[in-house]
């Protein structure tokens, strides 16, 4: 897949596109059909599937500073696009000035006279340009006017709530995570790097792997189920997830996701691994010693045993 920063930067070839556009954070049921729609198209008209997205999120710009936790990283998104057979992305660097197009100019100068579109598909409740002004009535307008095909694509409905990249990240941080799979139709899943803790798990008989990421959206404090992957080793693995702070050992730490891997016995430090969110078993909780921890562990871990990976 090809990737352009600023629909400038696009060439030739790729104009005359069929183009989906939004922002696609998480790749959820509801953009999977954007995809689908935009490459059934494609194909007809025997063109390119583009995409057209926006960088950083226009929320983490108009919000004025607060900043909305992302469920993709920039890797994760492209990578996904690229899974769902895209010939190209758009990342539109957005800003205080892209903001101010209105948009009419927003169809008119850039899908239409520069990116010389063939068709759009959006989803129902897209807006774009100045203030939000335009909704897909105004897209259908100005569309049909210059011959473009648009596709509007219907809410998708899991569970009779609309499949939205907000929910997903609410369910993630109340850690109603199977919530989240339904409408990511797979785990919420963090990826990072192994990094050393304190090395209390060990002497407690009870490894756990310390995870750095660069992931934004970090599930509900608690214990988890996981399915892991890791570099180099094709197998995937259950895991005893904690996200927390580890209340019995009271010292201030920051935010630690450690998970023990069940069945597995290695020194991975500085390796890449994945972490997907089955289910969630308990709350962290302070316990008066560590005894008693290490007894709680085993315990989430038979019940963790019988999760479906
Ligand atoms: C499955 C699992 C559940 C845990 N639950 C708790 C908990 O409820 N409360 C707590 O204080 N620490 C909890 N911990 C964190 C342990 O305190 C931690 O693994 C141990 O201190 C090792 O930390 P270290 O990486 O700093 O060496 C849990 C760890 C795991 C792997
Ligand atoms: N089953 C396992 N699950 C997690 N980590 C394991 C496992 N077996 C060995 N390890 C290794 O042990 C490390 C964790 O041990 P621990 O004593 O908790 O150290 P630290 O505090 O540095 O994380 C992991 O980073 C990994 O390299």
Redesign the pocket.
Known sequence: MDVFKGYKNVPKEFMGSCVAIGNFDGMHLGHQELLKVAKKNAKKLVTHSLVYTFEPHPSQVLSGGKKLPLIFTKEQKIQSLENYGMSGAVFEPFNNDFAKISAEDFVNEILINSLKVAAIVVGENFTFGYKAKGNVKLLKQILAKKGVLLNIVSPILVSSSVCSSTFIRKFILQGEVEKASKMLSQPYLLAGVVV?????????N?????LKTNNELVPKN???ATRVEIENDNKKYL????I???????NN?EL?I???ILDFAANIYGKKIKLSFLKK???????SS?AE?VK??NK??LT?KKVNY
């Not at 009870?206 to 310390?210: D, F, H, K």
């Not at 927390?244 to 009271?250: A, L, Q, R, S």
């Not at 078993?281 to 316990?287: L, N, Q, S, T, V």
């Open positions: 050393k803790g304190h090395g209390r798990g060990k002497k407690l009870i490894p756990s792997a310390n608690g214990v988890y895991g005893a997830t904690n927390g702070f580890k209340p019995t050992f009271n730490e630690s450690e998970t023990h078993i308990r709350d962290e909780k302070r316990f560590s921890l709680q562990i989430d871990i963790i």
